[in-house]
């Protein structure tokens, strides 16, 4: 078995920072990740179309000037190769690959009290055991694929959005459907449009979707932005979510109703995310200001979509504009207007079953070569419970759980010594712009091991009463949100996942400003909350 002191699990962006940091410590560090190569998300999603729905100059890493000045990206929002490409190179300038183990999943992670170490065992039979054991999972690692009759039966290629074929797949003048219209699905619909000989988009839930307003970044607009980064991270740390976006701070009622119209108008021809995270600040939780803002897109999907009734399937009469994940978009709803392209909601022509040859509904038969399912990943906890993590006295995380996920600043869950998470359930940077929040999280760990290492302290577990009272406040601010109150992979919600009903909250919603202030606390307090001993004791 192998010795380390500290054993990280994954090897995308988080991961990878985690890995330098513990190494900057003095730390002995192990890497274990299921892919062949660093990224993560980026690794992974390969489809046509994936891109970053947060700028780009937002969403690298913050912490080496060097890299952010040798680096161009092309676009506002890069493609997935070019990101790919991005966290190759700081793979190669920081020598991360020798100590990051790839085609590694791990099965279980068992708490050794009395060697005061965590045993990780891995599904080739690989071991190692370490002092700190640190999860950097991600939130949509697990990808779903419901259980439809027939599924399996199919002749043709099928396949999920993130198991795209490595190969690449030549689907010019195909018969392809495209099994869901969430965000991912809403990105490879545009493409699949263009090349498919005939594209059936199969819906359960429309979104509403926004712009991307995506753009190339001439050379000239490069050496501005390498000169601002570091206004661009401020901006960013000040904001709400993490974003270069931030609410706007007038309330919706508070303006003419032709001052609104000309401000939604403003913020839907804007980049990114701003019509939703620079909107007017009450859009989170005021019901008749979603419910305007949903009427402005209302207006805009109809305007763009020629047939009356396919504009109506496409509009979102579950939830209200603000409370799910909002897709980016580039000419999807024009997409509907092509002749080769058809768009069946299965609410009111529901899905029979697969076949060898295609896909029946309730209206007839239709003829496929292709079928690729975008329907969404056990999103946050998703990947915790693929894994067999137990801590003192036997408690299993997925026990512990059951109801909820239990945490501490979402960085750490009681009765799991030395046991850390970075974008964890609860976290500040699960509802965020992920990569500026995860890198707070990382450097909170790894600013913590380091205290604990230069204090001799052997184990630090969050208390039973810090990690109530902060599950406590996300959920009660949860409930405060119109997104609290919604449907959502937000509150655990997948149709997709059978026998999976409603859960609680697993983001964190009360605001970035609020998160880092608590961290700070924490650590001027003692690291108050987190209970440090010399000795491997039970707590």
């Not at 793979?91 to 991360?96: F, G, I, R, S, V």
């Not at 065992?121 to 055991?129: I, K, L, P, T, V």
């Not at 409370?323 to 080769?340: A, D, G, H, L």
């Not at 405060?480 to 697993?506: D, P, V, Y």
């Amino acid at each position: 078995m192998v010795e380390v002191d500290a054993i990280v699990i994954g090897a995308g962006m988080s991961g990878m920072y985690q890995l330098h940091l513990l190494r900057q410590i003095g730390l002995t560090v192990q890497v274990l990740e299921a892919g062949s190569e660093v990224g993560g998300t980026w690794y992974w999603n390969r489809y046509p179309g994936c891109r970053f729905d947060s700028e780009s100059y937002s969403y690298c890493f913050s912490f080496d000037d060097e890299m952010l000045q040798e680096w161009d990206w092309s676009e506002h929002f890069a493609p997935q190769p070019e990101t790919f490409a991005y966290l190759r190179r700081v793979a190669d300038k920081l020598d991360l690959r020798r100590d990051i183990r790839f085609d590694t999943r791990v099965v279980s992670a068992h708490w050794q009290e009395e060697a005061g170490r965590w045993t990780v065992r891995c599904d080739d039979g690989y071991e190692a055991s370490a002092r700190y054991l640190v999860t950097a999972v991600g939130i949509l690692s697990i990808p779903v694929i419901p259980n439809f009759p027939g599924r399996d039966g199919f002749k043709g290629a099928h396949f999920h959005t993130s198991d795209w074929p490595r190969g690449g797949i030549d689907l010019a003048g195909k018969r392809v459907a495209v099994v869901g219209t969430g965000a991912t699905g809403v990105q490879v619909i545009q493409e699949m449009a263009k090349v498919a000989g005939h594209l059936t988009v199969v819906q359960k839930e429309p979104n509403w979707c926004k712009p991307l307003c995506n753009a190339p970044i001439e050379p000239d607009e490069m050496a501005d932005i390498k000169a601002r980064y570091a206004e661009i991270f401020q901006s960013c740390r000040s904001s709400d979510a993490g974003f270069v976006h931030n609410w706007d701070p007038r309330t919706t009622f508070e303006v003419s109703d032709a001052e609104r119209e000309a401000f939604y108008e403003q913020k839907y021809g804007e980049r990114g995310f701003a019509f939703w995270l620079s909107n007017f600040i009450d859009l989170a939780v005021d019901e008749r200001a979603a419910r305007l803002a949903s009427d402005f897109l209302a207006r805009k999907i109809r305007s763009r979509v020629t047939d009356p009734e396919t504009a109506e399937k496409l509009i979102p009469t579950d939830h209200l504009f603000g409370t799910r994940r909002v897709p980016m978009e580039t000419n999807y709803y024009e997409v509907f207007n092509q002749p080769n392209v058809d768009l069946i909601d299965v609410n009111t022509d529901p899905l029979v079953e697969i076949t060898a040859e295609g896909m029946r509904f309730a209206s007839g038969f239709v003829p496929l070569d292709v079928i690729i399912y975008a329907t969404g990943f056990d999103a946050v906890r998703g990947a915790f419970d693929r894994i067999e993590i137990v801590g003192r006295d036997g408690l299993t995380l997925r026990e512990k759980w059951d109801d909820g996920p239990v945490t501490f600043l979402g960085l750490q869950s009681h009765g799991f010594p030395n046991f850390f998470m970075v974008v964890g359930p609860h976290s500040g940077a699960t509802f965020c712009n992920v990569p500026r929040c995860a890198e707070q999280n990382v450097e909170f760990i790894a600013d913590l091991i380091g205290h604990m290492e230069r204090g001799a302290l052997t184990r630090c577990e969050a208390t039973e009463a810090a990690e109530d009272d902060w599950t406590n406040q996300v959920l009660d601010q949860a409930d405060q949100l119109l997104a609290g109150r919604t449907n959502s992979w937000f509150t655990g919600i997948n149709h997709n996942i059978e026998g999976r009903g409603r859960r609680k909250m697993l983001l964190y919603t009360l605001g970035q400003q609020y998160f880092l202030q608590t961290c700070r606390d924490t650590v001027e307090q003692g690291y108050r909350g987190f209970d440090m001993v010399r000795e491997h004791s039970a707590a």
